[in-house]
């Protein structure tokens, strides 16, 4: 390697050092206030995986916000969005069961 290119990496090895400490010195931490909602507890298989899946990355104050008429087809497409959109860690195999427990406690499933 030529002299000169050897001095440019350096150069740029230095400058993006010092930005990358530059941006920690002024990183700031937040405190979020504590989540209100839980999940309705269920007997349903799919309680015990959406507290697994779907809460470590959006309240579950979310799923009050959903419509209680919703069918199956919605709560199905919502679950899978998430996974495939919002690469949320659902494993195929938790869907069915999740979406079970979101019918009929969140949505037009649930018992009268």
């Known amino acids: 390697m030529k ?6 990496t350096a150069a740029a090895a230095a400058a993006l050092l010092a930005v990358s400490f530059a941006a920690l010195a002024y990183a700031k931490t937040i405190t979020l206030p ?18 697994k899946d ?3 990355c959006h309240s579950a104050e979310y799923m ?25 860690p659902v494993p195929e195999g938790d869907i069915a069961p999740i979406v079970d427990y979101l019918v009929k406690t969140y949505g037009n499933e649930q018992a009268k």
Do not use: H, N
Request: charged share 25%; aromatic share 10%.
């Open 64 to 88: 009050l916000y959903q419509p209680p008429t919703a069918p199956r087809a919605y709560w199905e497409a919502m679950v899978k969005r998430m996974r495939d959109v919002f690469k949320a």
């Open 34 to 51: 504590p989540d209100g909602a839980q999940l309705k507890p269920s007997d349903l298989p799919g309680y015990a995986l959406a507290r």
């Open 54 to 56: 779907c809460v470590v």
């Open 3 to 8: 002299t000169s290119t050897l001095r440019i």
